[in-house]
C-alpha cells in the first residue's frame, strides 16, 4: 500500500480500505489539485514512457516517466497492439505493468495509482505464448454464452497475471456489412445475439475466480458497425429509429451486465462524433440506461474533432465539446502536455467547468477503489508464466470446436471414415498459424513478421487426428494438389484472406480470391471429393468455388483451430456451430442482414439474397423442432411471453442444438422484418433422446419506436399477433 504524504494528514479516509468507497473517492477528491484531477482523465502509451519518450520502446527514461505520471500526472496507462515489453513473455509484461505502476505510487504528490489498460480481445492476444481464442465473430457462431463467459474468465485471469486491471473488451457492436474491416471483431449481425454473448462476456472478464479484479469495456458505443460506405470510421447516416431498435440494443445487455466502462465509437452518427455526442453520451448512456460507470474515448479522437471533423476550432474547445458530451477519460496517448494545458485552457476560457471535471475524475478514481488498486497496485511477476503459457488450452480447443459451422455435407462426405487410406491437404492457409488467429495477435495487424506464435494449424491438427493407415499428404503447390486430388478419398482445400486489422482489413469486394477460385475450382474438376475449409474473418462470395461436397466456415479460431477443424472433419466432435451472419451468394449487396425490412422492391437479389441464411448449420445427427407452445395465447403489452419448444435427437449420436426463437408480424404500424430473433438457447440431446426447452420473450425484444418517418419517442410494444417460429413450428400470440 503507498505511503501517504504529511500534506494529506494522519490516516486519511481514502487511504482506509475498511471506509465506503463513495467516502474514499470524496476524501481523495478534496485533496486534489486541478492539474492533478485533469491528469486523472488522460491515457498515455506506454511507448511514451520508454527510449525516446516516443516510438522507439525499449527500456524506461526516467524523463519520460516524471513528465507523464508525475508532471501531468496522466491516470492511465495503455499498451495498444504490440506495444509490449522488449522481450515479450508473461513475466516481463508484468514487470513492465508493476514498474509504471510503482513510479505513479511513489512519486505521485498523492500517490495515486494508475489504471493500466490493453485489448485483450481474444485471449490475452498480445502476449506471446498466451492461448488464443477464437475471434469474436466464431464465438458468436457458437450460440453460447456460457462458453462466452468462460473465455472472458480466462483471459481475465491472463491479463491480471501480467498486472492489467483494465480490458477493452468485449465489441458489442453489430456487423451487417462484409466490407467492414472489424467485423470480425463482433459477434455477429444479429442484435440479441451479439448483445447476450457480450453480456456473457462482460460477465466473464469482471467475474473471473482467482484473478485481480479487472473491469470490462463494452465498445464502441454506439453505432460504430454502421459505416456509411463499409469502411472503417466513414461516418454513418441512420435513422434514429434504426439506432434505437437495432444498432443499441446490444451495448444496452452488455450494460446492463454490469460493465465498469464503455468505450465510445471513432466515427460519426447523423452528423455528429460519437465522442462529441451529448444525446450518447449521457442522454442514452447515463440518463436512460443508468450507466455509472468510466466512459473512455478511442484512439486519439478527442484531438480528432478539431483536426479531422473540423467541429473544433482548436485543442481545448475539441476537449470541451467532448468532456461536455459525458466523456471521462481521453485515450491521447502521446501528448500529456497537450492533454493537461488543452483541458486547462478550456477551464480557463469558461469552456469546461471544475464541477464537470470532478464528475468524471470522481468515477475514474471510483473505479480504481472497486479494482483494490490502492490496496494491491502490483503482481507477482515471477508468477505470470505460469499463468499464462499454455493456460485453457482445453478451453479455447472447446471454443474453437463450437465455433466450427458445417454448410455443406453432400453425400455424407463427413466425418472422414476410417477406411479413407489417402487425403490431400491444399490451400496456402492450411499451414498458416497467423492468418489463422487474424489480427490483433502479439501486433495490432496481426502476429509481426519472425515471431513464431505456438499453436495447431489446419494441416497439423488433421496430422494429428488421421487414423493409422491414413496417408496425409500436403500438396506442396496448385498444380501438385489438383495431381494428388485425383488418387485421393478426398481432398481438404483451406482458403481464406489474410490477417489485418481495423481499416487495413477493409474489403472493397469481399470475396475469395481468383487465384483460391481457380483452385477449388480445379479440385472440383478432378471428380473426386472435396471439402473446402475457410479461414476468415467474414463470410467470402466464392464464386465458382462454391459447391464442393463439404463447406466447413471455421472463422479465426485461434491457435487451438487445427485441432478443432480436425475434430470435425475426423468426426470426434459433432458440429454444432450456426451462422451468426447472411453469408452473400454474390459482391455488391453489402451490407446484407436477414432483418432486412419488407418493400416494394423486385430486383434481382434485392431481398436478403444469401447463399447460406443465418443461423445455417448441418450436424452429423438428426434434429427436429416438434412444436412450440405459449403458455398464454394473448398478454398485454408489459407481459413477458413464455414460450416451450419441443426438440428432438431422431439420430445416431449425441449432439447440441441451438434452438432459435424468431418473431414475426403478419401486420405492423412499422415494417418488420420477415423474422426477428427474440430468444435462443443451446441444448444437449443424446442420440433418440427429446427435451422440452422453456424460452422467455420480455417486452423489451418486441418493442419498437412508434410514430411517422421523424419517429424518435420510446419505445413501446405494438398491439396485434405475433407469430412465434422454432423451425417450422410456430405459436401466436396476440398482445392486447
Not at 519518450?53 to 524506461?60: H, L, N, R, T, V
Not at 485515450?331 to 476560457?349: F, H, I, N
Not at 459447391?547 to 466432435?573: I, R, Y
Not at 419506436?705 to 399477433?721: H, L, M, N, Y
Amino acid at each position: 500500500m503507498a505511503t501517504v504524504p504529511a500534506q494529506a494528514g494522519d490516516n486519511p479516509t481514502y487511504t482506509n480500505p475498511k471506509a465506503p468507497i463513495d467516502l474514499r473517492v470524496s476524501d481523495l477528491l478534496k485533496r486534489m489539485t486541478l492539474a492533478e484531477k485533469i491528469g486523472q482523465m488522460d491515457q498515455i502509451s506506454v511507448v511514451n514512457l520508454q527510449g525516446d519518450c516516443q516510438w522507439s520502446g525499449g527500456e524506461f527514461t526516467e524523463s519520460c516517466l516524471k513528465s507523464v505520471l508525475v508532471d501531468n500526472a496522466a491516470g492511465s496507462v495503455l499498451s495498444g497492439g504490440g506495444a509490449g515489453p522488449t522481450v515479450n513473455t508473461p513475466g516481463n509484461w508484468a514487470k513492465m505493468v508493476n514498474t509504471v505502476q510503482k513510479y505513479a505510487v511513489d512519486n505521485s504528490r498523492l500517490h495515486i495509482p494508475i489504471i493500466y489498460g490493453v485489448d485483450a480481445v481474444h485471449g490475452h492476444n498480445n502476449v506471446l505464448g498466451a492461448t488464443i481464442f477464437p475471434q469474436e465473430i466464431g464465438l458468436g457462431s457458437t450460440w453460447d454464452p456460457a462458453l462466452v463467459e468462460d473465455a472472458g474468465a480466462s483471459t481475465a485471469k491472463a491479463v491480471a497475471a501480467t498486472g492489467i486491471d483494465w480490458n477493452f473488451a468485449p465489441v458489442a457492436d453489430i456487423a451487417r456489412d462484409q466490407r467492414w474491416g472489424r467485423y470480425y471483431e463482433t459477434f455477429g449481425e444479429d442484435p440479441l445475439l451479439a448483445g447476450t454473448l457480450a453480456a456473457a462476456a462482460v460477465k466473464g472478464i469482471q467475474g473471473a475466480d482467482g484473478a485481480k479484479d479487472v473491469a470490462a469495456t463494452v465498445k464502441h458505443f454506439g453505432g460504430y458497425g454502421e459505416p456509411g460506405n463499409g469502411h472503417d470510421r466513414v461516418p454513418g447516416d441512420v435513422s434514429i429509429r434504426y439506432l434505437q431498435d437495432t444498432l443499441l440494443p446490444s451495448y444496452k445487455q452488455a450494460v446492463d451486465a454490469g460493465a465498469k466502462s464503455v468505450m465510445v465509437n471513432s466515427g460519426a452518427v447523423n452528423g455528429i462524433p460519437a465522442t462529441a455526442s451529448h444525446y450518447l453520451l449521457t442522454d442514452v448512456l447515463r440518463g436512460q440506461w443508468g450507466f455509472q460507470g468510466v466512459e473512455v474515448s478511442d484512439w486519439q479522437d478527442v484531438r480528432a474533432l478539431q483536426t479531422t471533423y473540423h467541429i473544433a476550432a482548436d485543442y481545448p474547445e475539441a476537449i470541451a465539446k467532448a468532456v461536455n458530451a459525458g466523456l471521462d477519460m481521453a485515450m491521447e496517448p502521446y501528448d500529456a502536455q497537450g492533454w493537461s494545458g488543452g483541458l486547462k485552457t478550456a477551464v480557463q476560457r469558461g469552456l469546461v467547468s471544475v464541477h464537470r471535471i470532478d464528475q468524471s475524475v470522481a468515477r475514474i478514481l471510483k473505479l480504481k477503489f472497486q479494482l483494490g488498486l490502492f490496496e494491491h497496485p502490483y503482481v507477482d511477476a515471477a508468477k505470470a508464466d505460469g499463468r499464462v503459457l499454455g493456460a485453457d488450452t482445453g478451453l479455447a480447443r472447446q471454443a474453437a470446436d463450437e465455433s466450427q459451422v458445417l454448410l455443406r455435407n453432400d453425400g455424407n462426405v463427413l466425418p472422414i471414415p476410417a477406411s479413407a487410406k489417402k487425403i490431400v491437404v491444399a490451400g496456402s492457409f492450411a499451414d498458416d498459424i497467423d492468418d489463422q488467429v487474424g489480427g490483433w495477435t502479439v501486433g495490432w495487424q496481426g502476429v509481426p513478421a519472425g515471431v513464431t506464435l505456438p499453436g495447431t494449424t489446419v494441416l497439423q491438427g488433421i496430422r494429428k487426428a488421421a487414423p493409422s493407415g491414413t496417408e496425409v499428404v500436403r500438396a506442396t503447390t496448385d498444380e501438385d494438389a489438383v495431381a494428388q486430388a485425383r488418387g485421393a478419398d478426398l481432398t481438404v482445400v483451406v482458403v481464406g484472406e489474410k490477417a489485418a486489422a481495423e481499416g487495413a482489413a477493409d474489403s472493397p469486394r469481399p470475396e475469395l480470391s481468383a487465384d483460391q477460385v481457380a483452385l477449388v475450382t480445379s479440385l472440383k474438376a478432378t471428380g473426386r471429393p472435396v471439402v473446402t475449409v475457410v479461414l476468415a474473418g467474414r463470410p467470402l462470395v466464392l464464386g465458382d468455388a462454391d459447391g464442393t461436397q463439404g463447406l466447413l466456415m471455421s472463422w479465426l479460431p485461434g491457435s487451438e483451430g487445427g485441432n478443432a477443424v480436425a475434430d470435425v472433419l475426423f468426426g470426434k466432435v459433432d458440429p454444432s456451430g450456426r451462422l451468426n451472419a447472411s453469408w452473400p451468394k454474390d459482391i455488391g449487396n453489402e451490407p446484407l442482414y436477414y432483418q432486412q425490412l419488407p418493400g416494394t422492391n423486385s430486383g434481382t437479389e434485392s431481398f436478403v439474397d444469401a447463399a447460406y441464411p443465418f443461423g445455417a448449420g448441418l450436424s452429423y445427427t438428426t434434429f427436429g423442432f416438434d412444436s412450440v407452445t405459449a403458455r398464454s395465447a394473448a398478454v398485454r403489452t408489459k407481459d413477458t411471453v413464455h414460450l416451450t419448444v419441443k426438440v428432438s435427437n431422431s439420430g445416431g449420436r449425441d449432439g447440441d442444438l441451438v434452438v432459435p426463437v424468431y418473431v414475426s408480424q403478419p401486420s405492423s404500424a412499422v415494417l418488420s422484418p420477415s423474422r426477428k430473433l427474440v430468444a435462443f438457447t443451446r441444448v444437449h440431446l443424446k442420440a433418440g433422446q427429446s427435451k422440452a426447452v422453456s424460452l422467455d420473450v420480455p417486452p423489451s425484444r418486441l418493442a419498437v419506436t412508434p410514430g411517422d418517418v421523424d419517429g424518435a419517442g420510446r419505445q413501446q410494444v405494438e398491439r396485434g399477433d405475433y407469430v412465434f417460429a422454432a423451425g417450422a413450428r410456430t405459436a401466436t400470440v396476440t398482445v392486447r
